[in-house]
């Protein structure tokens, strides 16, 4: 593996005061619904955040919008210290944040390895989301330029090419589906698919990962694989990871810092113990048989 | 025995250039799902441009090989901005409205263009067909027996601009960044979104390669039927059509396939039976196919997604 194959570590690692992904106050509203209120979170790098509650709770509305599908009707939402409001998906992605789905969503049929490729970065497209937003037009200029690039097969575009490649063989090595480089994704079983979307986002090199239901449909050991695999992967891709999970037993297990959402208000947050006990939390979501089965935690 | 292989001939000729104008449907189809009725006047427009050029620069170097570059250039680059400009200002405004507004816009770009180059103001050309330079002046090109079959020089020519511009698209859309792009687009723009893929300059950058395609597609055709009209685009965009949904439409070796049996199967219905019966057979070639393969040769039926 050459050096410049290593997609490993963000160019320049993010000052420990400045969160890579932050929501100020943030509200949605969907016609009379709010889907979400005053919605606010922090996620630095090396954080492992859990984001949990019943269904509708608003964590999949909470995602869309630290995406860019959503807007916000009221607050913010910051990448890296830089306001995103307004910002289109591709440009929010090219920023830092990734995410994968809960119902996996890969290119079907696309191989592999191209799904991987179709995230990874231009090494001109990666200095540009560090950027300001001041340089927006000869950004602008410059991504026209890079597109025309790969239409005419110039000696830079090749090396381009090479590149990607080795850098999404690299990131299906770390996540063990070497062996599927070249099938096409829609033939791959489940936990391989679950894997693959992982691997797709890491290849837009993010610096924050939102990982959407990642074990949902799978068994205990490979849940078990599956939490080992979410800290690895936070700490040699230096990430900051948010997850949406139903299992209690993962999140409680992995996550430093958990907040729990209810009707699109956040009703508690804090350590896995803390919020295991709090009343709020397990009226609303544990439920009364968490509350047998653990002899009334409250 | 002979007759055959004259026909087999130029209903190649004939499927290659539909293949080109099919090829702008398929793509444009699969990363919009928008069936893009205003293509083959897009076409026409296309060629007209090439028609300007080729008078620009006079008889002389008409015939010359970078005359007829030149004529193509001009005509194809002009095209893609063309192309660039539809997308941008009539369907991009509709891209989160309903499909049907994309498709009726459509239309109404392919009526407007159609009919509004029959208009004799300004650059416009006017109602009456031209007689499209002869860019590359007829030769036989191979004669077998006593002219049983003759392979005429052009033919040759547009058989290999047309296969390069293939073998190209093929390379760009399996094997660049771009095509990728265009594929996860066609696949789940959404998603591709989320990736970091600017959706909005793939979809653009496809409209301008289809539009591209197009004009050197008309060029030929009007090479081949050395005539030029501002009706030529919904003829020949129909017949490409056809083909790309013999085909399956967004699958793109099937519309070149699909291009070709149709371009055969014309050219034995005018050689073994009548010339007038050629769009009857056509078309009821396509209703046969589409009875037996709904979704085309190549096509899945997909179920609506929920």
């Not at chain 1, 560090?130 to 410059?142: C, E, F, S, T």
């Not at chain 2, 591709?192 to 909005?200: C, E, H, K, R, V």
């Not at chain 2, 129909?238 to 399956?248: C, P, S």
Request: glycine letters at 10%.
């Amino acid at each position: 593996m050459s050096a410049n194959a290593q997609p490993v570590a963000p160019v320049a690692p993010a000052t420990k005061s400045a969160a890579l992904l932050r929501t100020d106050g943030v509200s949605i509203q969907f016609g009379g619904l709010k889907a979400l209120t005053d919605f606010r979170l922090s996620i630095q790098q090396g954080d492992l955040q859990g984001l949990i509650g019943p269904n509708g709770a608003g964590k999949s509305t909470a995602f869309n919008v630290l995406t860019g599908v959503y807007q916000p009707s009221q607050g913010e939402v910051f990448v890296s210290g830089t306001k995103v409001n307004g910002r289109k998906p591709h440009q929010i992605n090219l920023l830092g944040v990734a995410r994968t789905f809960q119902n996996i969503r890969l290119f079907r049929a696309l191989t592999a390895l191209d799904n991987v490729k179709v995230a990874c970065r231009a090494q001109t497209a990666l200095h540009q989301s560090r950027m300001g937003v001041g340089a927006k037009l000869a950004n602008a200029a410059h991504n026209y330029a890079d597109w025309w690039k790969a239409l005419l097969l110039t000696p830079s575009f090749q090396r381009e090419e090479r590149r990607l490649t080795a850098q999404a063989e690299h990131l299906l090595e770390v996540m063990g589906l070497s062996h599927r480089r070249d099938e096409e994704a829609r033939n791959l079983p489940y936990g391989e698919q679950r894997r693959l979307e992982i691997a797709r986002a890491l290849g837009s090199q993010p610096r924050v990962l939102l990982l959407d239901e990642p074990a949902a449909g799978m068994n205990t050991r490979e849940k078990a694989d599956l939490m080992v695999l979410i800290r690895k992967l936070r700490d040699d891709f230096k990430l900051g990871v948010l997850v949406i999970e139903h299992d209690m037993k993962l999140v409680m297990g992995i996550c430093e810092q958990i907040t729990v959402l209810d009707h699109g208000e956040t009703i508690a947050r804090g350590a896995p113990a803390e919020v295991r006990s709090d009343r709020k939390v397990i009226e609303a979501y544990l439920g009364d048989s968490y509350l047998e089965s653990h002899g009334g935690a409250a | 025995m002979a007759q055959l292989l004259q026909h087999l001939i130029n209903g190649l000729a004939a499927g290659t250039i539909y293949a080109l104008v099919a090829l702008g449907y398929t793509m444009v189809y699969g990363v919009l799902k928008l069936i893009n009725f205003a293509h083959g006047d897009v076409m026409m427009v296309g060629v007209y441009m090439g028609y300007a050029t080729a008078f620009a620069i006079g008889r002389e170097a008409r015939g010359s090989f970078l005359g007829i570059a030149a004529v193509f250039a001009v005509a194809m680059l002009g095209c893609a901005l063309f192309g660039f400009l539809i997308e941008r200002f009539a369907y991009r405004p509709l891209r989160e409205k309903p499909r049907l507004t994309a498709l009726i816009t459509a239309i109404g770009i392919s009526f407007a263009l159609s009919y509004g180059f029959q208009l004799d103001i300004g650059f416009l050309p006017g109602a009456s067909p031209r007689a499209f330079p002869e860019i590359i002046e007829p030769k036989e090109w191979l004669i077998i027996g006593d002219r049983d079959v003759v392979v005429w020089n052009w033919q040759v020519i547009s058989f290999l601009i047309a296969v390069g511009l293939m073998v190209a698209l093929q390379y760009l859309v399996f094997g660049t960044r771009f095509g990728r792009a265009m594929r996860a687009v066609s696949w789940d723009h959404r998603v591709a979104a989320l990736m970091g893929i600017p959706t909005d300059r793939v979809i653009a950058l496809t409209f301008m390669l289809s539009s591209g395609l197009a004009a050197g597609a008309g060029l030929l055709y009007a090479i081949k039927d050395t005539s030029v009209s501002p009706l030529m685009g919904l003829y020949v965009g129909l017949k490409a059509f056809v083909a790309a949904v013999i085909g399956g439409i967004g699958h793109v070796p099937g519309a070149v396939v699909g291009a070709l049996v149709l371009g055969l199967v014309e050219e034995f219905v005018v050689g073994y039976a009548a010339s007038t019966w050629r769009d009857a057979v056509a078309f009821g070639f396509l209703i046969l196919v589409l009875l037996v393969k709904p979704g085309g040769l190549f096509g899945r039926v997909a179920a609506e997604k929920v």
